[in-house]
């Protein structure tokens, strides 16, 4: 199985650097580059129109050394099977640095759900899992949401997995609704993480979280969880831009009325008690941490030159591009990887998995302790590794999960 794509072409990259600092072997190295199955799907569907509509959809199997592969499904017109394969490869290695026993998985369908009704979306779910659904389950794959994906969506798929296997199954998916099995903290969990990543890093760098000025690239999930929770812990958040446009307060940002305000608006551009800034002068602030938390390659060259913050956390998945993460560590600026910055969302779901399985669930506090704890474990992991190698953080949560996943890979042998 061959995959030349850019997308994970990328992800090559990303991992030849570290596979080389950890001298892997070439057995092992050919084996984690090549994913290990890759489902391709056609779902037909009754549109409202009354005309069948036939959609392409992918599950990525990428890695279940660790255990079962775990992963979102995003529903997209730009979906790729070179994308999807990419994003599964990214989540065995984000699952490996998390130390959590899960291998990496991804799904998407190429539809724009913009564009369909409840009952079409429904039903295109309901047929999706149809046919992957010898591939899923509790113990082999455990889908979640992902873009334009939601709880409903998960319910739906739980709902249609427990009506093929004759019984109540709930930890075939996670990201539920409480109700159905969710667990308690998984909304601000990746916000949660951002927040713990954000104050190991400051610790580390030597000065404190308490009165540290924060800027936050996206108001979303990720975004405003992390705002809140930076805040809580004593930071101020001067800045924050999202797809419309940008709110700049020195003295720091009433999070509470912005909320209130894009509630209302559903965009943070215009919010009265603030100066209007752009992305770019977003990233060109003087500001302790910067929190890329909306989209991908948004750190390019053409803005990284101007960044003055002393880290970067990656709260979004792939934000800095790979010359621009060069720039700023030639720059001595510290950048958190995504797969160890945002792993507190993949962690929670962890727990979820866990609680259903086990049929008895924790407390909102319980939850966030035992996060604390991962993301802790995991920061230092990085850090250990990044000093003792001399090498950037995003080289080094690469070297640890790659270890980690080939370290098992040995011990368990080659069954042929
Ligand atoms: P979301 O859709 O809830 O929020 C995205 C935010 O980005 C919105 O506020 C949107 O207005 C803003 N945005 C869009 N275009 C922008 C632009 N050009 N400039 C500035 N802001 C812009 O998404 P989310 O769940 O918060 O996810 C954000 C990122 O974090 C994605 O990369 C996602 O893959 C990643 N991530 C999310 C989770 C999770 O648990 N939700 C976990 C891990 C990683």
Known sequence: MTIHGPVFSAMLQEFDGAARLLNLESGIWKILTHPKRQITVSCPVLMDNGEIEVFTGYRVQYNITLGPAKGGIRYHPDVTLDEVTALAAWMTWKCAVAHIPFGGGKGGIICDPTRMSRRELEALTRRYVAEIIDAIGPEKDVPAPDVNTNDQVMAWIMDTYSMHVGHTETAVVTGKPLELGGSLGRKEATGRGVMIATREAAT????????????????????????????????????????????????????????????????????????????????????????????????????????????????????????????????????????????????????????????????????????????CEAFNAVLKTATKFNVDLRTAAYMVAIDRVAAVTRVRGMYA
Do not use: C
């Open 204 to 375: 580390h760098l030597g000065f404190d979280i308490k009165g540290a000025r924060i800027a936050i690239q996206g108001f979303g999930n990720v975004g405003s969880m992390s705002a809140r929770l930076l805040q809580e812990a004593g930071a101020t958040i001067v800045a924050i831009t999202d797809w419309k446009g940008g709110v700049y307060n020195a003295s720091g940002l009433d999070l509470a009325a912005l909320s209130e305000y894009v509630r209302q608006h559903n965009t943070v551009a215009g919010f009265p008690q603030a100066e209007a800034l752009t992305n770019d002068q977003l990233f060109a602030l003087e500001v302790d941490v910067l929190v890329p938390a909306a989209l991908e390659n948004q750190i390019t060259m053409e803005n990284a030159p101007s960044i003055r913050a002393k880290v970067i956390v990656e709260g979004a998945n792939g934000p800095t591009r790979p010359d621009a993460h060069m720039h700023l560590h030639e720059r001595g600026i510290m950048v958190v990887p995504d797969i160890l910055a945002n792993s507190g969302g993949v962690t929670t779901s962890y727990f979820e998995w866990v609680q259903n399985r086990y049929g008895y669930f924790w407390t909102e506090q319980e939850v966030n302790d035992r996060l604390e704890h991962k993301m």
